[in-house]
């Protein structure tokens, strides 16, 4: 296990890297966003690809799939998660001085929309299906979140 999470660590910050130094060359993404969004963000798939490369080269390729096909609880914390940047957004535009007059056209609304579940996935994917339960065992359940949140934070 430990030499799976190294692997994918590894992995992860040469694909991270590429989005890193990319990300000043694209520059913001604000041209599909409307948001100022640097180009480096788009490194947020970078865990599952990670995750995926490992799992595949390990033979663990089926478990990963099983981890991210399981069928999720339903409760309240879905409203949070499929409403929390909507209102996020909205905040940030009446915070900012631009409450009336922000409008959002229909394609950067469906971009923003799928730029995020990607982004969620791609975390997902990665951190929680494949890291989670490698590290959890060994350290505990709140090191394990602490760690993940401090290297992906990094």
């Known amino acids: 296990m430990g030499r799976q999470l190294l692997c994918f660590a590894v992995v992860l910050l040469g694909l991270s890297l590429v989005f890193y130094l990319a990300g000043p060359l694209i ?30 080269r390990s033979g663990e390729f089926a478990g990963l799939i099983g981890m991210v096909t399981r069928r999720p609880r339903l409760d309240w914390s879905w409203l949070v998660a499929v409403l929390g940047m909507p209102a ?20 950067s609304a469906l971009a923003l929309a799928v730029a995020y579940v990607a982004a969620a996935a791609g975390e997902e994917i990665g951190w929680t299906a494949f890291v989670l339960p490698r590290l959890e065992p060994v350290i505990g359940e709140l090191p394990a979140g602490l760690t993940i949140g401090a290297i992906w934070g990094l």
């Open 27 to 56: 520059g913001s993404l604000s041209g599909f966003t409307r948001a100022n969004v640097p180009a480096s963000a788009l490194m947020a798939v970078c865990p599952a690809c990670a995750a995926v490369l490992v799992a595949h």
């Open 88 to 107: 996020v957004i909205a905040l940030a535009a009446a915070l900012g001085g631009q409450g009336g007059g922000f409008t959002v056209p229909r394609w």
